[in-house]
T-cell receptor
């Protein structure tokens, strides 16, 4: 069983809908991540939160809006998505070490998003 | 920038065959190196890691050695099982970014 829990497992939404993806971890990790993975491709980094503050935004379109309400939770708010945004969205978490390097990432099983 | 190159797949093997998946990297500093595995319908799981040159990571019969002189981190297993069928990703970490290779599909036939 994964220690990073993502909900929902599957989501189908229209281009005018607003929905949210949720991620939760209770490992005490202070870095949390959103990745997007298209079929047969590696995950692509979208956002990184470190100590609940957004530290990296990989030039993601504003129709994706991340939120980190506390150290255990990470949300991704979706609005006005396009069909090409259909993908597996993976959440991950890690510790932050003294040297500023992060420990290995722990991934959730992802949310399979389909935009119609 | 930092990058990871993996051998293309799919790699198809018979059960109990030896496995090698090649991985080389380009980095300006001294990254940590990882192998992640993704089973169908699941997220990524850390398989093994190495944080400095000559470190050997191992787990579940898989091994990889951090070779600074050849900038490589090849994944090996002496005898694969059908349950090893999955996608394998080589990755490097520097700071709080994880850079993945393209992934290699492994199919093991009984």
């Amino acid at each position: 069983d994964t220690e990073v829990t993502q909900t929902p497992k599957h989501l189908v939404m229209g281009m005018t809908n607003k929905k949210s993806l949720k991620c939760e971890q209770h490992m005490g990790h202070r870095a949390m991540y959103w990745y997007k993975q298209k079929a047969k491709k590696p995950p692509e980094l979208m956002f990184v939160y470190s100590y609940e503050k957004l530290s990296i935004n990989e030039s993601v379109p504003s129709r994706f809006s991340p939120e980190c309400p506390n150290s255990s939770l990470l949300n991704l708010h979706l609005h006005a998505l396009q069909p090409e945004d259909s993908a597996l969205y993976l959440c991950a978490s890690s510790q932050v070490t003294r040297e500023g390097r992060n420990s290995p990432l722990h991934f959730g099983n992802g949310t399979r998003l389909t935009v119609t | 920038g930092d990058s990871v190159t993996q051998m293309e797949g799919p790699v198809t093997l018979s059960e109990e065959a030896c496995l090698t998946i090649n991985c080389t990297y380009t980095a300006t500093g001294y990254p940590s190196l990882f192998w992640y595995v993704q089973y169908p319908g699941e997220g990524l799981q850390l398989l093994l890691k190495a944080t400095k040159a000559d470190d050997k990571g191992s787990n579940k019969g898989f091994e990889a050695t951090y070779r600074k002189e050849t900038t490589s981190f090849h994944l090996e297993k002496g005898s694969v099982q059908v349950s090893d069928s999955a996608v394998y990703f080589c990755a490097l970490s520097y700071g709080n970014k994880l850079v993945f290779g393209a992934g290699t599909i492994l199919r093991v036939k009984s």
